[in-house]
DNA sequence: CTGAATAATGACAGCGCTGTCATTTGTCAA
DNA sequence: TTGACAAATGACAGCGCTGTCATTATTCAG
């Protein structure tokens, strides 16, 4: 019968003969040890099968490997590319991620940073520079890194990795006029403020080319999905017959306006162009194929925990704090218009 | 200037005028204290700001709060819902979630349940039953609730959330027969332990109605996508051209399966049927809609998380250790065959 | 008004680790 | 061989909280 308690630093040091603190620098910092005691430790840790107490380490040492991460949706695919860079990034290192979710709600994200702070973690991520000014102010004196993701224009509060939302618009507003569509229009939902972002500079492009009309814009403040972009799709086609192509502020939207397009038997791209916006790997495979705007979600997960750990490891070390990833536009069929 | 230093207990005990424990209780079991010393207490916390140090408290009591959630995949749909399942029940308790990806790997799980078991987790929830013996035996011993999600069938560990994916393939098959399909295909991605269940009884079930041809079974070891439906469908199409009808083992695979039907010209629900499985919300609207199962994702990650915490407050507490939620098919255009 | 019960409060130790500083051991030039 | 210095190791205190048990205040039946 084993002793039910788990094995201790002390148990550990007891069996190999050294002291308590030669085997947490053992494990915390080899180098640190001679060879022969090293290994002894190491023998007894195997044969102990012990493993240190996460909770008396952050108290004794005042902070955690815990990696704070706080998105605005679980359930929007953008988020879920974040993550898989995340988790992809931090895997082979010492740190966990644990998620905040704050449903879009800036108070909600204030209340989630609070609670974050709580546990000392190592570091923080935050999506967007829209936070609250109290929040904001708790992000300054975290004493921990924090990285700002998913945007690109203000200055951070620390760091930041994350593209232009204006870029992108005027990209696929360009993409639109030279493919020849005269009357676009453009759907939004959610309308966070980087999709306002979007649609505000997608506006000007329009209206510098004399082509802006507000009827053909359509907005939604309930979260984006395929069924959302069909019902945009079909109030904008309601309120501008004659509307030849748009743009969609996420790829969710563009899938549903291709549906209810299909549905009317409007050809794509003929009679309706549809530009979307992340480039999801669906879009590639929808028939037709969407042209969008590829987003570097992965890519601005995985920065945005290399930036931190760097950091972490070495306080002002990082040169480059605030990082433009860009985005580019992917032209598909959806709107290869046969001139 | 403020002190730097965090406020603690003892700031907020003799601000107050009574002892640290006091003002501990006044935290987790107000009812114990009087209401003197309460008021006295909350002003106090409130005037300094203080927040009880998580670390602190771990350490003392031996448990945390923090509640262990590992998934297969996180780029997976089916998952992205059963997580805001858990953050949905999670979010109004003390609880927080940390999550761990296995990337369908046992061996990885088996790690996974290791870190998370250092830090003394309130409960843990895992997907599936098909644990290594090692990692069955640290769940076992864990020293807290365990929730097995998604699955139902086999005798769980401690508890378990899910349903039945026999019952979900022999709804599709039999739909399909109903419908009038005589030919019917079945194509499976990643094939993890739950996607062979439902090939094998799909497969049951073509064979019993004397349907069963083994070249519409059609495989791939990858992750499943859009991309692949349409791949998947496009090796079905030339092994079995014939094939009139196709159970997407998911409903990425559905969707691709619909589009490739599309380019090829293919009418569905007239030349070819199809039927997904999850029914994502994507799925109803689609053009034409897709037939699916609909699985409770959301709803087993929010009664995994209620189970955990009732468990928590009250072992042995929960009389229905094993729920079967179930699952429906919900028939759409993709199978309405004109007879 | 007393004694027995309960409610409210507090003292104390210690959870398992790490930071700090002191001590011992080993190395090497003079 | 000695002294100077670096490398390796250890003693000790304490991080901020909670479990346990003892003590004090309050209530109430008899």
Redesign the pocket.
Known sequence: MKPK??P???DVASLSG?????V??T??SPE???E??RLKVQAAIEKLGYT??LA??A????STNVIGLLVPSLTNNVFADVLRGVYDAVETTRYFVQIGNSRYSALKEEALIRVFLRQKPAGLIVAGFDQTDPALNLLETAGCPVVQIMDFGRPPVDMAVGFRHDAAARLAARHLLECGYRRPGILAARMDPRTQSRLQVFREVCAEAGVLDERRVVTTPHASSVGVGRQLLELLLTQAPDTDAVFCNNDDLAIGALMEAHRRNLHVPEDLGICGFNDLEMTRNMFPSLTSIATPRFEVGRRAVEMLLAEIEAPDSVAERNVDLGVSLIARDSTRRPR
Chains 1, 2 share one sequence.
């Open positions: 308690r788990r201790t630093l002390d050294v002291s308590a603190i030669t947490s620098r494990i915390r640190k040890v001679s022969r005691s240190p107490d008396a380490s108290l004794a040492s005042k």
